[in-house]
């Protein structure tokens, strides 16, 4: 199972992430988010913040989950919602939305204290409800980062492929 350590051996083995581009939130940054939730964050959340909770480099660069990001999600998730669902459908209570993409795509995790690695849910806009990935969230951050994994393997260091044309490395 992936854990905060093997997470970064791997992005930085992957070329994912340079050492310096890992950057985890501080004790005080992660009190910030703990406070504005009022719910009480998984275990498996915190570590991920303590490693990588403003950065990894490539690794889902373009999702809105990284520090200070992460302090609005629930309010935009709830206007997707608005947007999408008109009123038919809204977050669970102690939901807790940790990832957003383009404003039309959101996970989430059910903050009750009852599991220090949480199941994950997804929701893409339009669908009309919340998918259970039957995942939790570690196993979604590796699913995630396997996917990245392949794309650097495919693209390697060629200056010209897509992945490295659209990102431009320190």
């Known amino acids: 199972m992936l854990g905060p350590q093997s997470f970064i051996q791997r992005l930085i083995a992957s070329k994912v992430a340079k050492p310096h581009q890992i950057r985890g939130c501080s004790e005080s940054e992660i009190k910030r988010i703990c406070d ?5 964050l998984p ?21 809105n989950q990284y520090y200070d990001d992460m302090l609005k999600l629930n309010y935009e998730a709830e206007d997707t919602l608005d947007i999408f669902e008109k009123g038919k459908l809204i977050l669970p209570k102690n939901a807790y939305v940790f990832s957003m993409r383009y404003g039309e795509q959101f996970l989430f995790f059910i903050a009750d204290g009852t599991s220090d690695n949480p199941s994950v849910f997804y929701y893409y806009e339009g669908d ?7 995942k939790t969230f570690w196993d979604v951050i590796e699913g995630e980062l396997v996917e990245w994994e392949e794309d650097f393997r495919k693209s390697g260091d060629d200056p010209n492929s897509a992945i ?6 320190e």
């Open 128 to 134: 009309g409800k919340f998918t259970d990935l039957k």
């Open 36 to 40: 504005a939730s009022a719910l009480p």
């Open 164 to 169: 490295n044309l659209f990102w431009n490395m």
């Open 43 to 63: 275990n498996a959340y915190l570590e991920f913040l303590r490693v990588a909770g403003k950065g990894a480099g490539r690794f889902m660069w373009e999702v």
